[in-house]
């Protein structure tokens, strides 16, 4: 296991190091100057080129990487241009609230579509799970920005129940969160019917019924537990998503976290915060996904990290 880590460790450290690299290259081969940007349309060439010295925009590329470089061993990734403050501060005081919705956006989608998969499979090849497949596959088939505004539509202007932008309260959490998870439950819970379905004919579940185990054990024992890796590496793969910022729903209800973040960061041409989002993202996603496979043996015992499954 240590070894596993270890090796699970470097191969994320890689991960995040290329992604970094390739971030920093694009960012600065894209259309737009931020010095331009910071300086306003009415700034002359001298200012513009004073704002680029400034920065270091004047510098090679080259030499601009070996300072991000350097910078990046002691965790200072530059001030933001926007902010005037460090970009790695400013990020981590708007993770949480990214961190806040995608832990409430899981935690639902869990709790709603396990359940909702395990009744599909149930009632497999009926009516009502022709109802229910029909309703997934709309939930899968919205836009975020639609659902959004559909419910603030309904649940802030025409029934004033949740506020519309924001976090004041904690009931502003409410909208955001059923947003993401509508889609969410589409997803896992077809993916829930799928592999339960697989489980309840297989020949030991067959076997189980013959010997008088009991329904509900029959599926929360047996069929669920051997369809819970699949169904918890969609979980983590998802979760892990929704920690780099929900972009399109936290532009909707200008919640403050990451996403609407790198939306101002892009707009304003700001790299030092751009790449400052990238890494503390990257960073969770291959933690997530760490903590995800370390699960595993803890689900299935034939499970053994580094050497495959047992058979």
């Not at 965790?75 to 400013?90: C, E, I, K, M, N």
């Not at 709603?112 to 497999?124: C, E, F, Q, T």
């Not at 973040?261 to 041409?269: I, P």
Request: hydrophobic share 50%; charged share 15%; aromatic share 8%.
């Amino acid at each position: 296991m240590p070894r596993y880590i270890a090796k699970r460790l470097g191969q994320s450290a890689l991960a995040v190091f290329l992604t970094l690299t390739t971030v920093f290259v694009l960012i600065r081969l894209a259309p737009g100057d931020p010095a331009y940007a910071m300086a306003g349309p009415l700034a002359t060439s001298e200012d513009i080129e004073r704002i680029r010295s400034t920065m270091g925009l004047d510098q090679s590329v080259f030499v601009q990487y070996l300072r991000y470089l350097q910078g990046l061993l002691h965790l200072d990734l530059g001030t933001s241009y926007s902010f005037q403050a460090p970009a790695f501060d400013v990020v981590l005081d708007r993770l949480p609230y990214t961190m806040t919705l995608a832990i409430a956006s899981i935690l639902l989608t869990t709790v709603v579509s396990v359940p909702l998969g395990v009744w599909m499979a149930r009632n497999a090849e009926t009516r009502r799970e022709l109802g229910a497949n029909a309703v997934t596959i709309a939930g899968q088939s919205m836009p975020d920005f639609w659902t959004g505004l559909m419910l603030i539509t309904v649940f802030a202007v025409l029934i004033p129940i949740f506020p519309t932008a924001g976090f004041a309260t904690w009931s502003s959490l409410v909208l955001p969160t059923v947003t993401i998870a509508i889609l969410q439950i589409a997803l896992i819970s077809r993916l829930v019917r799928r592999e339960m379905l697989g489980a309840f004919t297989s020949p030991y579940v067959t076997v189980a019924r013959a010997r008088g185990v009991s329904e509900r054990e029959l599926i929360w024992r047996y069929s669920m537990r051997n369809s819970a890796i699949p169904v918890l590496t969609a979980l983590g793969t998802r979760f892990a998503s929704l920690l780099n910022g929900v972009v399109v729903v936290e532009v909707v209800f200008a919640w403050p976290g990451v996403g609407s973040l790198v939306v101002r960061a892009l707009e304003t041409r700001d790299y030092p915060l751009i790449q400052a989002t990238v890494l503390v993202t990257a960073v969770l996603a291959v933690l997530v996904q760490l903590l995800v496979d370390l699960c595993y043996p803890l689900l299935d015992p034939r499970v053994r990290l580094g050497k495959g499954t047992a058979k």
